[in-house]
């Protein structure tokens, strides 16, 4: 029974960094970060430079303006 205790306790040690890598704190926190990249959405560049273009747009309409008058006094 002894012999057994001791080679289990030998069998943990041995296999000790792989356990922890497996499911230690660290492990936990690698799939947590992988759900959630998971979750994000890639955006390809020209579905975005219309939206930003857009948004530039819309924000120019909406600027305040002023006239300027042609003779300066």
């Known amino acids: 029974m002894v012999l057994l205790a001791c080679a289990v306790a030998v069998l943990v040690g041995a296999e ?3 356990l ?3 499911f ?6 690698r799939r ?3 759900r959630r990249k998971a979750s ?3 955006l390809t560049p ?3 430079s ?11 309409r909406s ?5 300027e008058h042609e003779n300066r006094s």
């Open 24 to 29: 230690g704190l660290d492990a936990r926190r």
């Open 16 to 18: 000790w960094p792989r």
């Open 20 to 22: 922890t890598e497996r």
């Open 32 to 34: 947590q970060r992988a």
């Open 63 to 67: 600027l305040p303006t002023i006239e």
């Open 46 to 48: 020209k579905t975005e």
């Open 50 to 60: 219309e939206e930003f273009a857009a948004s530039v747009e819309r924000d120019l």
């Open 40 to 42: 994000f959405r890639l």
